[in-house]
């Protein structure tokens, strides 16, 4: 379980960027209020980092079956550090996500999203 925000003097959060989809179907605002939830509940700044004073917004983009099962990703647009870059990576790579809501068709998606690190007074 990652710590709160409040327990700690930094910040990341991640959020959907956009999505594309394997299908012409649009993905649901159910389904993607529940990835923005589970992005929010398994991301963690990387102490290191965190101790090194590095920030930014790594964009990632990976693909979904509708199981949840997470089948790649891959670092779009680094942060600029390295550390922050792999957490965010790591965070995603094998990961079981929501699975998709019924009024998904899709048998796969391909998603972006930008998870932001920043650091708090």
């Given at each position: ?49 965190r101790r090194r ?16 099962r997470v089948l ?36 796969k998606v391909t ?11």
């Amino acid at each position: 379980m990652a710590p709160s925000p409040s327990a700690a003097p930094a910040d990341s959060t991640a959020e959907p960027a956009s999505e594309r989809t394997a299908s012409p179907a649009p993905i649901p605002g159910d389904w993607q209020r529940a990835l923005a939830n589970w992005l929010a509940a398994h991301k963690a700044y990387p102490e290191e980092a965190r101790r090194r004073g590095q920030q930014g917004s790594v964009t990632l983009r990976f693909s979904v079956d509708r199981s949840g099962r997470v089948l790649d990703v891959v670092v779009a647009g680094s942060a600029g550090a390295t550390m922050l870059d792999a957490a965010a990576e790591a965070m995603l790579q094998g990961a079981m996500l929501p699975p998709f809501t019924a009024d998904m068709p899709q048998d796969k998606v391909t998603v972006t999203v930008r998870v932001r690190y920043t650091l708090t007074d």
